[in-house]
C-alpha cells in the first residue's frame, strides 16, 4: 500500500477547511483573512474534534513562504514614487498616527501588567492598519471616488514603509533585549543604505532587463521570471542581515516602478492568494480559545483603545497636516483596524521567543473585531461629522475651516531650499554608491582576481584600478557635478554673505571625493605615501577628462531616469485639483445610457458640475476631448468633481441595475447546430427574413448546404428548400423547439 507523505496530507487538509471556511465567509460577505483563520482554528491542535495538522514545522515554511508573497505583492503595490507622491498630507497622518499608537500600545500593556517587550510589540501591531480590509470596504460601499480615500490610500503606503522599518527595529530591540540607542541609529543608518543602493541599482538594471528580453518573455516567463527575482532579493537580504520579508517587498516596490507591474501583479495574483492562504490558516493555528476566554476583558480594552486610539490620532494628524474636518473624520474612521502587517509583527515577536503567547492571539481577535467594524464605522463618518459640525463651538469649526484654507496656498522655494534639496541628495545616492563599490571591490573583486586570474601584488593593483575606474563618474558626479544652476547663480551674486558658505559646500564635496577615494586605496595599501600619490593622480585624471566623465555619467543618469518615469510616461494623467474637487476615474459600462452620445449631448458639465479632463479608450488616450466626442462600452473617463457631483455621476456610469432578461442568456448557451429542412417544417418556402428563425432561435443562418453546394452566409432573402441542412448560431435552448416543429 502507498504512503501518502504527510505534508501533502497536511496540505490537502488545510486547503479543504480553508475552501469551506471561505465560501462560507463569501456568501455571508465577510473578509476571507477571517475565513482562514478560522480554518486554521479548526484544523489546528486546540480542537479535537476535527483532523489535525501532524506536521507543523513544514507547515510553518510553508507560511514563511506565503509571508515572502505576502510582501512581495503588497510591494507591488507600493512603489517609492507614490511615496514621493503623496504629500505631507498622507505622510504627517500616518506619522502622527503611528507615533500616538505606538505610545498607546505600550501604555496599555503596561497598565494591564505585561511585560515591557510585549508592551513594546502591542504597540507595534496596533500601529499599522489593514490595507486589504480598508480596500476591500471602500469597494463595497463605493467611496473609492471620495476625495477622503485619496488620502487614506496615501496613508497606508507611508504606514508600509514604517511596518518595514518596525520589523527592523523590534528585530534589533528583541535580540539586544534593551532600548539602545546606538543600535538602534546603526540599524535605521543600516536599512536607508541598503534601501537607497536596491532601489538605485533596481530601477537601473531590472527594467532594462526586462526591456531587452520583452519579446520572449509570454506569461509563463514573466511568471518564472519574476518569482525569481523576489527568491534572489529575498537571498540577499537575509544574507545582510535583514528579513526574508524585506527583500521581498523591496523587490516587488522596485518591479512596481517598471512598465510591466501590472502584469507582473496579475501573473503572481494565484500564487501570492495560494501561499497567502496558507499563512492566515496557520495564523488560526496558534490560536488557543482557552486563552481568548481568559483574556476576553484585555481583548476588549485593546479593541477600544484601537478604534478609539486609531479615529483621534489619524484624525488629528489629517487636521494637523491642513484637511478639511469632514475628510479628517471620514480618514480616522476608516483607518480604525488591524490587519496583515499586524499578524507578521506578532509572528517575528513569537519567532525571536520574546514575546508572551497570549499576545498572538489577542492581536488576531482583536483584527477579526475591527474588521467586522470597518465598513460600519466608515459608512457612519458622513453623518459623525455632522453630529461634530452641529455640536462643537461654532469658533472651533471656523478656526479648523481657516488653517485648513490658509495651508492649502501654495509653498514657494528659496533659492536656499532648492540648492540644498539638490545637494543633498546628490550627496547622499553618490555617497552610497561609492562606499558600496569599495565594499564590493575589497571582498568581492579583489578575491576573485587573486583566486582565479593574477595573485599577490599585482591582482591587488588591477582590483585596484579597475575599481577606480568604475568609480570614476560618480566621484566626478559627487565633486564637480553643478547643480541647480540658477539658484546657485542667484546665491552668488544677489547675496553678498552667501559665498562663504557656497564655498564651503563646494570644499565639503570635493573633501568627500578624496575621502572615498582614500577609503578605498586604505583597503589595499596603508602607507600615507602611496595613498597620497594615488589621490593626487586622481584628483589630475578627473580635471582633465571631466567633459568625457560628464558625457558618460549623462547617459547613465538618463538612462535611470527613463526607467524611473516609464511606467508614470505611459499611465500619464493630468494633475489638476482644484479647491475641494479631486481626480476619480470612471468606467462606462456597457449597459449605460452614455454609450454613443457625444459630451454635448450628454451635458454632464451642465447637469452635475462634473468636467471630464481625459478619455482612455484601450491604448488611446483623449485629453481634453472635444464636445464632439463620443462615449464607448469601457472607456475610462477621468473626471473631475466634488465627491457629492461624482457620487451622482457614478451611477449614470454604471448603468441601470435591473434584473438579467431572458434574452441576455450566457456565452455558454450560444451554440452551432444543423436543421434539416423537409416539406413539413414551418419554415419551408419561407426566405431566412421571414422565416422567424432569428426570433425563435435568437440567433443567425450562417450556412446552407442544398444538393452539395455549400452557401456561407446567405443572403436573407434566400427561400428554403426540402432536403436543405441549414447551419444555426443560437440558443442552445431554442433550437431544440424549432427541431420538434420540423420534426
Known amino acids: ?126 500601529s499599522v492598519s489593514s490595507t486589504t480590509i480598508i480596500i476591500r470596504a471602500f469597494e463595497e460601499l463605493g467611496v473609492k471616488h471620495k476625495k477622503f480615500a485619496g488620502l487614506v490610500f496615501g496613508v497606508l503606503i507611508v504606514e508600509d514603509l514604517v511596518a518595514i ?24 543608518l543600516k536599512l536607508s543604505f541598503f534601501l537607497i543602493l536596491w532601489f538605485i541599482g533596481g530601477i537601473f538594471l531590472i527594467p532594462t532587463f526586462l526591456k531587452a528580453t520583452r519579446k520572449l518573455m509570454n506569461d509563463e516567463t514573466m511568471l518564472i521570471v519574476s518569482l525569481a527575482l523576489c527568491l534572489l532579493m529575498v537571498l540577499l537580504a537575509v544574507e545582510v542581515g535583514f528579513s526574508a520579508a524585506l527583500g521581498a517587498f523591496i523587490m516587488g516596490s522596485i518591479l512596481a516602478e517598471t512598465t510591466q507591474a501590472e502584469r507582473i501583479e496579475h501573473l503572481t495574483k494565484s500564487v501570492k492568494d495560494l501561499f497567502a492562504a496558507i499563512f492566515f490558516v496557520s495564523v488560526g493555528m496558534l490560536i488557543d480559545p482557552k486563552v481568548l476566554i481568559d483574556y476576553a476583558g484585555p481583548i476588549m480594552i485593546i479593541t477600544v483603545a484601537t478604534v478609539l486610539g486609531k479615529f483621534l490620532s489619524s484624525g488629528f ?35 525571536l521567543k520574546v514575546t508572551s503567547e497570549f499576545l498572538y492571539p489577542i492581536a488576531v481577535a482583536v483584527s477579526a473585531i475591527t474588521t467586522f467594524t470597518t465598513p460600519y464605522l466608515i459608512k457612519s463618518s458622513e453623518p459623525f461629522y455632522k453630529f461634530l459640525e452641529r455640536n462643537l463651538p461654532a469658533k472651533w469649526v471656523a478656526g479648523i475651516s481657516r488653517y485648513s484654507t490658509s495651508t492649502a496656498g501654495i509653498t514657494t522655494l528659496s533659492d536656499w531650499k532648492v540648492f540644498l534639496k539638490a545637494y543633498t541628495f546628490n550627496i547622499i545616492i553618490h555617497s552610497v554608491i561609492l562606499i558600496s563599490m569599495v565594499f564590493l571591490s575589497s ?41 541647480e544652476r540658477k539658484a546657485y547663480s542667484n546665491l552668488w551674486l544677489n547675496k553678498k554673505y552667501t559665498r562663504g558658505p557656497l564655498v564651503a559646500l563646494e570644499s565639503l564635496r570635493i573633501g568627500l571625493a578624496v575621502f572615498f577615494v582614500g577609503f578605498l586605496i586604505f583597503q589595499f595599501y596603508n ?16 580635471m582633465i577628462f571631466s567633459r568625457r566623465l560628464q558625457a558618460f555619467y549623462n547617459r547613465l543618469e538618463n538612462r535611470f531616469l527613463y526607467n524611473l518615469n516609464a511606467r508614470e510616461e505611459q499611465n500619464a494623467q493630468p494633475e489638476i485639483l482644484p479647491w475641494d474637487t479631486h481626480l476619480a476615474e470612471l468606467t462606462v459600462a456597457p449597459e ?24 482612455e479608450r484601450g491604448k488611446k488616450r483623449i485629453p481634453t476631448p472635444g464636445r464632439d466626442e463620443r462615449l464607448y462600452p469601457y472607456d475610462k473617463i477621468l473626471v473631475i468633481g466634488t465627491d457629492d457631483q461624482l457620487a451622482a455621476v457614478q451611477e449614470l456610469f454604471a448603468g441601470p441595475q435591473e434584473e438579467v432578461e431572458e434574452s441576455n442568456f450566457p456565452k455558454k448557451d450560444m451554440t452551432l447546430q444543423k436543421v434539416i429542412i423537409n416539406s413539413k417544417s414551418p419554415v419551408y418556402g419561407f426566405s431566412i427574413r421571414n422565416s422567424g428563425i432569428r426570433e425563435m432561435t435568437q440567433g443567425l443562418v450562417v450556412g446552407i448546404e442544398r444538393k452539395g453546394e455549400r452557401i456561407l452566409n446567405p443572403d436573407s432573402n434566400l427561400v428554403f428548400e426540402n432536403d436543405d441542412i441549414v447551419w444555426i448560431v443560437g440558443n442552445v435552448k431554442k433550437i431544440p423547439e424549432l427541431l420538434k416543429k420540423i420534426g
Not at 522599518?165 to 535605521?188: C, D, K, R, Y
Request: hydrophobic content about 60%.
Open 1 to 126: 500500500m502507498l504512503h501518502l507523505p504527510v505534508l501533502i496530507a497536511d496540505l490537502g487538509l488545510i486547503l479543504a477547511a480553508a475552501g469551506v471556511t471561505t465560501l462560507l465567509f463569501k456568501k455571508i460577505k465577510q473578509p476571507l483573512v477571517l475565513g482562514y483563520i478560522l480554518a486554521g482554528l479548526l484544523v489546528g491542535p486546540h480542537v479535537q474534534f476535527l483532523p489535525t495538522v501532524t506536521d507543523n514545522e513544514s507547515i510553518t515554511i510553508w507560511a514563511e513562504i506565503g509571508v515572502i508573497f505576502l510582501l512581495f505583492n503588497l510591494g507591488l503595490e507600493f512603489s517609492f514614487k507614490k511615496l514621493v507622491k503623496v504629500g505631507g498630507s498622507s505622510s504627517i497622518t500616518a506619522i502622527v498616527e503611528v507615533v500616538f499608537m505606538l505610545l498607546i500600545g505600550f501604555a496599555a500593556g503596561k497598565l494591564m501588567g505585561w511585560s515591557t517587550m510585549d508592551s513594546i510589540f502591542l504597540g507595534g501591531i496596533l
Open 165 to 188: 522599518l518596525l520589523l527592523v527595529l523590534l528585530s534589533t530591540l528583541a535580540v539586544s533585549q534593551q532600548f539602545a540607542g546606538v543600535e538602534m541609529l546603526v540599524s535605521i
Open 317 to 351: 494628524g489629517a487636521l494637523l497636516s491642513g484637511q478639511p474636518l469632514k475628510t479628517a473624520v471620514q480618514t480616522g474612521m476608516s483607518l480604525a483596524q488591524i490587519g496583515e502587517f499586524s499578524f507578521i509583527i506578532a509572528t517575528l515577536g513569537l519567532s
Open 443 to 483: 571582498r568581492v573583486l579583489q578575491p576573485f582576481i587573486e583566486d582565479n586570474l593574477l595573485g599577490g601584488h599585482k591582482g591587488t593593483i588591477i582590483s585596484l584600478l579597475v575599481t577606480l575606474m568604475i568609480m570614476m563618474p560618480f566621484l566626478w558626479a559627487l565633486s564637480l557635478r553643478k547643480l
Open 527 to 542: 602607507t600615507l605615501v602611496s595613498i597620497s600619490l594615488a589621490l593626487v593622480m586622481i584628483v589630475l585624471v578627473m
Open 592 to 615: 449605460s445610457k452614455l454609450v454613443g452620445l457625444s459630451l454635448v449631448e450628454l451635458s454632464i458639465r451642465e447637469k452635475f458640475g462634473v468636467n471630464i479632463a481625459m478619455i
